[in-house]
Every structure is written in C-alpha cells, then in structure tokens.
Nanobody, 129 residues
Framework: QVQLMESGGGAVPAGGSLRLSCAAS????????LAWFRQRPGEEREGVAV????????YYADSVKGRFTISQDNTKNLLLLQMNGLKPEDTAMYYC??????????????????????WGQGTQVTVSS
C-alpha cells in the first residue's frame, strides 16, 4: 500500500509560480512511476508530468513543457512540481499519482493515467488573469 498527500496549492496571479509537493508513505520502494495530473471542472483528467523513479526519466504534457518541472527527493519521499509562468488555463485540481505495477510505459501511456493504482486527494491551483 502507498499513501499520497499533496500540498502547496494556492491562488496566484498569471505569471506567478507555485511548487506542489506530494508526500509518499507506505511501500514507497515499490513505486515505478510518479505523476501529476490535473482536472478542471467539467473536463477530463489530464496528465501533466511524470517521472520514472528508476533513472529519473521525465515526460511532460505539451501545454506545460518549459514551464513546469517534475522532480523527486528520494531522501524525503517527496514528489515535487515546480510551476513557473502560470496561466489562467492552469487552474485546476492537481493530483499526485503512483504506479507500482507497470514496468515500462511510453510517454503517452505514462501521461494517460490509466495504469496508476494510487492517488492523492488533490490540491487546488487557481491562477487569476
């Protein structure tokens, strides 16, 4: 079992920055992929960024490339998402997710979200224009 808890959301003006954190606990050595997803009201969940925990390979949605950076702090079992140059369209609930079962995924699979078996409760990000 893995538990995930997000923090760091908030309200910022366009162009601002936020850093989201996701604290992982439980059977953390079993985690293969860690990811951030987001969901706007009335829309489907969208993959934002993924990190492969063995080797630090990363994948990003086109909409956030060059603005967001995903990283992991293994000593603290933390997943981080540094968000710079925020836009109003980044407003959403952001969720942390972990996959402990899938050995290898393509970028599309990793950002697709269908294989993740653990999810956090989410943290709200609001960007005003």
């Amino acid at each position: 079992q893995v538990q995930l808890m997000e923090s760091g959301g908030g309200a910022v003006p366009a162009g601002g920055s936020l850093r989201l954190s996701c604290a992982a606990s439980g059977d953390t050595p079993s985690i293969r992929y860690l990811a951030w997803f987001r969901q706007r009201p009335g829309e489907e969940r969208e993959g934002v960024a993924v990190i492969y925990t063995i080797g630090d390979r990363t994948y990003y949605a086109d909409s956030v490339k060059g603005r967001f950076t995903i990283s992991q702090d293994n000593t603290k079992n933390l997943l981080l998402l540094q968000m710079n140059g925020l836009k109003p369209e980044d407003t959403a609930m952001y969720y942390c997710a972990a996959d402990t079962l899938t050995p290898i995924m393509t970028a599309a699979q990793a950002l697709g979200g269908k294989t993740y078996n653990y999810w956090g409760q989410g943290t709200q990000v609001t960007v005003s224009s």
